[in-house]
């Protein structure tokens, strides 16, 4: 029991430590960008993370926390400090799971389909609410990744954007993993091209408030190119092992 309590203190003493580095990186890249701190949003994804270490980060600041798989987010709900931190759905959502969660969520940020909109307005509606989501861009086209295509996407915005019962705020998307930075900058950077695009055309019912893009290892360079919501899990919490479900 002791060991055990010993591991789980140094895991809090870390997620302080890393806490405080991200933190500093967001800030000076958001500087570099010509944007200040609190332009951006940081949000970690808390897959696999126990809800005691998500709460101690919340305690040291944290305002924004994701979870990628609906079983996972509705077993540890209630135990999330939700009274000092919004809750958003950022992994693939199946159609049938949407009234899981749909009034437990903020923002849904992987929509790509008009089908999966669809029942999203649908559920929320059920609920007296519109569900703000984002439309996830599969900016790398990659064939075994979820999102829209980037060509398709002024197709979709424009047969989702007048159904009652949802609001789009933004774009999502998750480049391509490689070890080169100038690749993923490009990637980075045709999304915020995309996102400036849209935002110009100023359609009825999309607000271009989001773009949520980077991750852990290229959060600072997803800032650079326009970012201004990164999701970070294991810079905060530690590498995790798992198997995807």
């Not at 302080?16 to 944007?35: D, F, L, P, T, W």
């Not at 599969?138 to 989702?160: F, H």
Request: hydrophobic share 40%; glycine share 6%.
């Amino acid at each position: 029991m002791e060991s055990l309590s010993n591991e789980l203190s140094e895991k809090l003493k870390n997620v302080e430590y890393n806490y405080k580095a991200i933190e500093n990186n967001i800030n000076e890249a958001a500087v570099k960008s010509g944007r200040k701190r609190e332009d951006i949003i940081f949000l970690a994804a808390t897959k696999t993370v126990e809800p005691k270490v998500i709460n101690h980060a919340v305690s040291c600041g944290l305002k924004y926390i994701g979870e990628n798989k609906v079983q996972e987010l509705l077993s540890k709900y209630d135990e999330y400090d939700l009274e000092n931190c919004d809750l958003q759905f950022i992994g693939h959502l199946q159609t049938n799971k949407v009234r899981q969660i749909v009034d437990k969520v903020s923002l849904i940020q992987s929509v790509d389909s008009v089908k999966l909109a669809g029942e999203i307005a649908r559920q929320a509606k059920l609920r007296n609410k519109i569900m703000d989501i984002l439309v996830e861009v599969n900016i790398g086209k990659e064939a075994n990744k979820s999102g829209v295509l980037p060509e398709q996407l002024d197709e979709l915005l424009c047969s989702i954007k007048d159904i009652d019962g949802i609001s789009v705020k933004g774009l999502m998307a998750i480049p391509p993993i490689c070890d080169d930075k100038s690749l993923i900058c490009k990637y980075f950077e045709n999304m915020h091209r995309l996102f400036i695009d849209i935002s110009a055309k100023k359609l009825d019912n999309i607000s271009m408030d989001y773009l949520s893009m980077g991750m852990s290892d290229d959060y600072c360079e997803a800032i650079m190119f326009g970012a201004n919501m990164v999701r970070v899990g294991s810079a905060l919490f530690g590498k995790r092992i798992y198997a995807d479900r």
